[in-house]
């Protein structure tokens, strides 16, 4: 019987595998990536599509295409859709980020004959019928004016604009005045100039059969694919500033601190990766401890490294009382000026190690989360090489390594200060 009196020894990890996918390609030229793995007769098929928010003209037209896209086709009804789907257990969905959009379907292996149909149906025949556009965008209004008296909504939004700017790609967001001007003419012109016959890859992960790839080929290889347009979006360099944003009668106030940095194929992206977890990664970090359990202001507070196809930042987020707003933010550059100049101590530092190791290693706990870990890496074209550098650069890191980071990376003149709330 096993004896819950003794603690068990203590592993460290030292390596992680990574299983890569063999790559197809259909018979149009169109590159598959196939994780075979698991032990469930369930497969994960997505379709990626360079049309995430940041690539559309106009505010709101990409996430709406995105999710209107499997509210109906020319030959088949939302409800109908849904039915078909649901009568063989599988799922249908769509997402979308700032550079990415994609369309996913979660199936058992012996209805895939019968799902792939409807996924290919729905990739490129939508309708984006007009009382559907209609209800879908005045649902996001009422959503969005809900969010507006969330101090925590506001305060995204303002960070995001002080960043990049307030009309760039990653900074806009959205009022209610944008919600009228989107129209079905809109989703149906960026479907065309960005989704339909413009698949960057598909990834499908599970356990795959024989006969997987050839139905992927069936319903994806014959079309001719057209050119994707993948341009750079520019950053300006904006000033940083201190900004506070008053929202009357906010029980709490919502605080974000943080810089424009760089995406995970910057050399130094592990470095601050690292960093950021000490400052406020994890439950037991640094501004955990601090703004938490020792002055009580905060019920959570988290810092980390946000990477974007062309650029990325550090955000330092929390919410606080607004009669200890001004306290916290003080306590935030405190524990910042303390990883400047002072080294972090090596049994700190290698709880941080154990934990972010720990972390990617629960990450990869099956063929779906090794997927999205290989669509994370494929967006920024790098391959399997680049997670065991990540390895090799979180097992070696040294204190004085870290803190020749934070000295070039977090001084305070470099750092935006969002604030939403009473007055400080």
Same mark, same amino acid.
């Given at each position: 019987?096993?004896?819950?009196?003794? &603690?068990?020894?203590?592993?460290?990890?030292?390596?992680?595998?990574?299983?890569? @996918?063999?790559?197809?390609?259909?018979?149009?030229?169109?590159?598959?990536?196939?994780?075979?793995?698991?032990?469930?007769?369930?497969?994960?098929? /997505?379709?990626?599509?360079?049309?995430?928010? !940041?690539?559309?003209?106009?505010?709101?037209?990409?996430?709406?295409?995105? =999710?209107?896209?499997?509210?109906?086709?020319?030959?088949?009804?939302?409800?109908?859709?849904?039915?078909?789907?649901?009568?063989?257990?599988?799922?249908?969905?769509?997402?979308?980020?700032?550079?990415?959009?994609?369309?996913?379907?979660?199936?058992?292996?012996?209805?895939?004959?019968?799902?792939?149909?409807?996924?290919?149906?729905?990739?490129?025949?939508?309708?984006?019928? /007009?009382?559907?556009?209609?209800?879908?965008?005045?649902? %996001?209004?009422?959503?969005?004016?809900?969010?507006?008296?969330?101090?925590?909504?506001?305060?995204?939004? !303002?960070?995001?604009? %002080?960043?990049?700017?307030? /009309?760039? @790609?990653?900074?806009?967001? !959205?009022?209610?005045?944008?919600?009228?001007?989107?129209?079905?003419?809109?989703?149906?012109?960026?479907?065309?100039?960005?989704?339909?016959?413009?698949?960057?890859?598909?990834?499908? %992960?599970?356990?795959?059969?024989? &006969?997987?790839?050839?139905?992927?080929?069936?319903?994806?290889?014959? /079309?001719?694919?057209?050119?994707?347009?993948?341009?750079?979006?520019?950053?300006?360099?904006?000033? @940083?500033?201190?900004?506070?944003?008053?929202?009357?009668?906010?029980?709490?106030?919502?605080?974000?601190?943080?810089?424009?940095?760089?995406?995970?194929?910057?050399?130094?992206?592990?470095?601050?990766?690292?960093?950021?977890?000490?400052?406020?990664?994890?439950?037991?970090?640094?501004?955990?401890?601090?703004?938490?359990?020792?002055?009580?202001?905060?019920?959570?507070?988290?810092?980390?490294?946000?990477?974007?196809?062309?650029?990325?930042?550090?955000?330092?987020?929390?919410?606080?009382?607004?009669?200890?707003?001004?306290? !916290?933010?003080?306590?935030?550059?405190?524990?910042?000026?303390?990883?400047? =100049?002072?080294?972090?101590?090596?049994?700190?530092?290698?709880?941080?190690?154990?934990?972010?190791?720990?972390?990617?290693? =629960?990450?990869?706990?099956?063929?779906?989360?090794?997927?999205?870990?290989?669509?994370?890496?494929?967006?920024?074209?790098?391959?399997?090489?680049?997670?065991? %550098?990540?390895?090799?650069?979180?097992?070696?890191?040294?204190?004085?390594?870290?803190?020749?980071?934070?000295? &070039?990376?977090?001084?305070?003149?470099?750092?935006?200060?969002?604030?939403?709330?009473? @007055?400080?």
């Amino acid at each position: 019987m096993l004896n819950r009196s003794i &603690t068990p020894p203590f592993g460290k990890i030292t390596s992680i595998h990574l299983i890569e @996918p063999t790559v197809y390609h259909l018979d149009n030229g169109l590159p598959v990536f196939a994780v075979s793995a698991g032990t469930q007769e369930v497969l994960k098929i /997505e379709l990626i599509f360079h049309a995430g928010t !940041a690539t559309a003209d106009k505010k709101l037209v990409a996430s709406a295409s995105s =999710k209107l896209q499997t509210e109906g086709t020319t030959k088949r009804t939302a409800m109908e859709l849904a039915e078909a789907v649901d009568f063989y257990g599988a799922h249908l969905q769509s997402e979308v980020t700032h550079d990415e959009a994609s369309l996913d379907l979660y199936t058992l292996n012996k209805h895939v004959d019968n799902t792939i149909g409807t996924l290919a149906e729905v990739y490129s025949d939508p309708v984006f019928e /007009e009382r559907e556009v209609e209800t879908y965008l005045l649902k %996001s209004k009422q959503e969005m004016l809900v969010n507006e008296e969330k101090v925590s909504y506001l305060g995204a939004k !303002a960070f995001s604009a %002080s960043l990049f700017g307030k /009309e760039h @790609p990653y900074g806009r967001s !959205a009022n209610q005045q944008d919600y009228d001007a989107v129209s079905r003419h809109d989703l149906v012109g960026f479907h065309s100039s960005f989704i339909k016959s413009r698949i960057k890859y598909i990834l499908v %992960s599970g356990k795959l059969s024989s &006969t997987t790839i050839q139905s992927l080929n069936q319903q994806f290889g014959q /079309e001719k694919r057209l050119a994707v347009s993948e341009n750079a979006i520019p950053i300006n360099a904006i000033e @940083p500033m201190a900004l506070h944003v008053e929202k009357p009668g906010a029980v709490q106030n919502s605080i974000k601190i943080g810089r424009v940095l760089f995406n995970r194929t910057h050399s130094d992206f592990v470095g601050m990766q690292i960093l950021s977890t000490v400052l406020g990664g994890y439950f037991g970090s640094r501004l955990m401890t601090n703004i938490r359990e020792d002055k009580g202001y905060t019920y959570g507070i988290g810092a980390g490294l946000v990477s974007l196809k062309d650029t990325g930042y550090l955000s330092i987020s929390t919410e606080v009382g607004a009669d200890t707003c001004e306290a !916290a933010v003080n306590e935030i550059f405190i524990e910042i000026e303390r990883l400047r =100049k002072e080294p972090i101590p090596i049994h700190e530092l290698e709880l941080v190690q154990n934990y972010m190791l720990g972390s990617i290693l =629960k990450s990869l706990d099956g063929p779906f989360q090794i997927s999205d870990k290989w669509k994370t890496y494929l967006r920024y074209g790098l391959g399997s090489d680049s997670h065991y %550098s990540l390895i090799r650069q979180i097992l070696n890191i040294t204190p004085e390594r870290l803190r020749e980071l934070a000295n &070039t990376y977090l001084q305070r003149k470099d750092l935006v200060q969002v604030t939403v709330g009473k @007055p400080i």
